[in-house]
């Protein structure tokens, strides 16, 4: 599996955008970039998911290199709710075009100050 | 619309016990997967299951196994529990399989093996 790479920790103040890093150099044709959240005592949280293009949902943006070995996970305006363990995974499909999984790599944490 | 559910939320058990956690998926959704959280190893992937099949499994020994009904539930089961199995496991469903579709998790269940 194509491995992702993320800083350990970040951190933010609150109300300004925050942008998350993520290098995935072995990236392959098929694999979908996801990025998943998860909160202390939760499960992850899904956050937005792309191929190529830029996507935009009401939680963030995602902003992925023309030659795709990384991309950005963008929060416009970061709260106190979204300190959290932010994942980026890359989504590979087996042979057969239907079975997928997802390899979680360690995560960036996420602090936001007042 | 009801998410995922995961029951027992907390289980505390003895080594060399089973184990049997469920999972009952978004309705409407037909693919299950499941990993185990750990402190030290991370999310790791365990198996997952599409129209009562497992389509895919990960690196885990045969003393883990699952099985999905028709109804999408899935449970899954731990035989001769170890000390090192002390873990979150957490549930996920989708609506279909493939690598372009969001996965939504449940809050997992905590095992505890003494």
């Known amino acids: 599996d194509a491995k992702t790479t993320q800083p350990n920790s970040m951190e933010s103040n609150e109300e300004e955008p925050v942008h998350l890093p993520c290098n995935h150099s072995t990236i392959s044709g098929t694999d979908y970039i996801h990025w998943y959240r998860q909160l202390p005592s939760q499960g992850p949280e899904y956050v937005i998911h792309g191929l190529t293009s830029n996507v935009n949902n009401r939680m963030a943006s995602l902003a992925i290199a023309e030659d795709r070995k990384s991309s950005t996970l963008i929060l416009h305006r970061a709260t106190l709710r979204d300190a959290a363990v932010y994942y980026c995974?890359?989504?590979?499909?087996?042979?057969?075009?239907?079975?997928?999984?997802?390899?979680f790599g360690t995560g960036t944490r996420l602090q936001v100050t007042l | 619309k009801a998410g995922v559910t995961q029951t027992p939320r907390y289980l505390i058990k003895t080594r060399g016990q089973q184990v049997t956690l469920s999972c009952s998926p978004i309705s409407g959704h037909r693919s299950v997967s499941w990993y185990q959280q750990t402190p030290g190893q991370g999310l790791q992937f365990l198996f997952e299951y599409f129209s009562e099949t497992q389509r895919n499994k990960g690196n885990f020994p045969g003393r883990f196994s699952g099985r999905q009904f028709s109804n999408s539930r899935s449970e899954m089961n731990v035989s001769t529990l170890e000390l090192g199995d002390s873990a979150l496991y957490l549930c996920?469903?989708?609506?279909?399989?493939?690598?372009?579709?969001?996965?939504?998790f449940g809050n997992g269940t905590r095992l505890t093996v003494t």
């Open positions: 995974i890359l989504r590979d499909v087996s042979p057969t075009g239907t079975a997928s999984k997802l390899t």
């Open positions: 996920a469903s989708s609506p279909r399989q493939g690598n372009n579709s969001p996965l939504h």
